[in-house]
């Protein structure tokens, strides 16, 4: 069986071609992307963001909760935070990812790390789905890649059907490039009203998540087990940038593995507040009676969104909170 040639069938995406029914939904998350990012910007400029400069804790509100959950080295013996003013980096935090310009190609090498552009993963997982951006350029094939005894047969390369395909790729000079996507029809100059940007967020965060989950069971994601590196491909990079513990045993090499989507977009949980203009911060005492959300979902339930029945289990809006001389009281 071993000396007999067969051919293994490959599906989209893994033989380079598009999935054609999830080209609109990557043009969706990428669309969404960008106006939740928006939304998120000018709600952060009305409702104070927090976060601590010892471990990274968020808090969306007012008034910077007393919950001692600092237990980190370096932390003071109280566990106290000690808060600092944070902005939309810390409520949507950003992952990164090497943009490929053919997915089935070879991995980034650990000599070409410094000379691949970096870019969100999210992004490069809607450029690998179907999204033409100018500014990085991707290999669309137009015949599938086939695998006969365990060996890749492309004859796009072979006998490539364009000899200009790929004469003017500038692989360095990602400084020099925005990150941010541009949609024309894009609703930046819309109302700026705090609840309507609440909405139109609310609308675009769920969007998103469910987009990706779609673009996820489909086109793969990797990441590292022992740290948060996410590459968006077939398969991960060869750079040894893992800084995670005992990295020494490994030579900085990352411990590739099938990524959900939570690697690809970080869930930053916070403690809700019930009634952010209350000026009665959390306390330490009462935190078993608190719930908690997502950072963006908990900032656009701030601003009057209505984050639906999914949250209704974190939020604990059905506890009653006591005060501190009732909590003796409490069973």
């Excluded at 969404?32 to 400029?45: D, G, P, T, W």
């Excluded at 967020?201 to 022992?226: E, H, N, P, R």
């Amino acid at each position: 069986m071993r000396q007999e040639v067969r051919e293994i069938i490959l599906h989209p995406p893994e033989n380079g071609l598009l999935v054609k029914k999830l080209v609109p939904v990557a043009h969706e998350v990428y669309a969404a992307r960008f106006e939740l990012f928006h939304c998120v910007s000018r709600i952060v400029e009305s409702i104070s963001v927090h976060s601590c400069s010892l471990c990274g804790e968020v808090h969306v509100g007012p008034f910077p909760h007393r919950i001692h959950t600092c237990d980190i080295a370096g932390s003071p013996s109280s566990k106290e935070h000690n808060w600092v003013k944070g902005g939309v980096e810390h409520v949507l935090p950003l992952v990164e990812s090497f943009h490929l310009y053919d997915r089935l190609g070879r991995a980034v090498s650990h000599e070409e790390r410094l000379q691949v552009d970096r870019i969100p993963g999210i992004v490069e997982l809607c450029i690998q789905a179907g999204v033409d951006i100018p500014e990085y350029p991707t290999r669309r094939r137009a015949f599938p890649v086939y695998n006969i005894a365990g060996k890749m047969i492309d004859f796009e390369r072979r006998y490539p059907r364009d000899d200009t395909c790929g004469k003017d790729i500038q692989p360095f000079g990602f400084w020099e490039r925005s990150t941010s996507p541009r949609d024309d029809n894009s609703q930046s100059s819309a109302s700026d009203d705090l609840q309507d940007l609440a909405v139109r967020g609310m609308k675009a965060w769920k969007t998103m998540q469910s987009g990706t989950l779609k673009l996820m069971q489909k086109y793969a994601v990797k990441t590292c087990g022992f740290c948060p590196e996410v590459q968006v491909g077939p398969k991960g990079h060869r750079a040894r940038i893992c800084q995670a513990y005992k990295h020494q045993l490994r030579d900085g090499q990352h411990a590739w593995q099938d990524a959900t989507i939570d690697d690809l977009i970080p869930q930053v949980y916070v403690w809700h507040v019930k009634e952010p203009w209350d000026s009665k911060p959390l306390v330490d005492r009462l935190k078993r009676y608190y719930g908690k959300l997502p950072a963006a979902v908990d900032l656009f339930s701030q601003a009057g969104a209505n984050v639906g029945e999914d949250y209704a289990g974190l939020m604990r809006e059905d506890i009653a909170v006591p005060e501190l001389d009732e909590e003796k009281w409490v069973v």
